[in-house]
């Protein structure tokens, strides 16, 4: 799968710059704008981290000593900011899907964080046939609130935020194929589909190279890990 991965800097005077594609944030860190002291992100994640840790920068970043004797830190405006070369330069990226432990270790997660705020609907339900109502009822209520529930965490995670907490910590998202966001519509039909085709995502994710499950087809979306493994740059 091939995308132009976009990426945001973060200061230690809290600026922020961007978006700016992976070839743009390496020239920046070479020519020491981009320092062990700055925060990136993924456009797709708001998950901070710093510079040092990403992979395509681990090895063109100068720490703090190297920068102050150099004299070159990172302006503090961004007009001071020479862009000598184009923020929109095109390169080809593959997305490494994310394994089968890190998809069962997040749906684990997030089962557990549905599951608690089920627990809260079910003492509601006992409570009320407890005062005389109608049983078959509050359990077809508390059963569609549960439904909602999980819906409703799926839509708002992945489709604002591109992760939902389990996959957040497991260090994967959810884009389409094409680098693209999945966006609301998409992550509620990719989470029904979960409830009906989990239970075969470990075999298909271990057997077929693209590592997808039925869900991940039908709804077109890919699970990734945050990091991308660059192919090519194209020229401007």
């Known amino acids: ?7 945001y800097v973060r200061t230690t005077d809290g600026k922020e710059y961007g978006p700016a594609e992976q070839d743009v944030l390496i020239q920046w860190a070479k020519a020491g704008r981009i320092t062990s002291s700055c925060q990136v992100r993924n456009a797709l994640v708001h998950k901070w981290a710093p510079a040092l ?7 063109v970043v100068r720490n703090e000593e190297e920068e102050a004797k150099k004299k070159r830190l990172i302006p503090e405006s ?15 990226y593959r997305y490494v899907p994310a394994s089968v432990g890190m998809r069962f270790g997040a ?11 089920a627990l809260l609907l079910l003492a509601f339900g006992w409570s009320m046939i407890e005062n005389g109502a109608v049983r078959d009822g509050v359990w077809m209520l508390v059963s569609i609130g549960i439904l909602a529930l999980y819906l409703l965490y799926y839509v708002v995670a992945m489709g604002l935020r591109a ?3 389990g996959q957040w910590f497991w260090g994967i998202m959810a884009t389409r194929p094409d680098g693209r966001p999945v966006l609301m519509g998409r992550a509620c039909w990719f989470a029904v589909l979960e409830l009906l085709f989990f239970w075969s995502t470990l075999l298909f ?5 693209s590592k997808r499950g039925i869900q991940d087809m039908l709804s077109g979306v890919a699970i990734s890990r945050i990091t991308v493994r660059e192919i090519a740059a194209a020229s401007v």
């Not at 990403?54 to 090895?59: E, N, R, T, V, W």
């Open 78 to 92: 961004h007009d001071q900011v020479d862009l000598g070369f184009s923020l929109n330069r095109r390169g080809k």
């Open 163 to 165: 992760q939902t907490v």
């Open 53 to 59: 840790k990403i992979p395509f920068l681990k090895s």
């Open 1 to 7: 799968m091939a995308s132009n991965m976009q990426y």
């Open 107 to 117: 749906w684990v997660m997030d089962m557990l964080i549905v599951g608690a705020a």
């Open 205 to 209: 994710v271990f057997v077929l190279p």
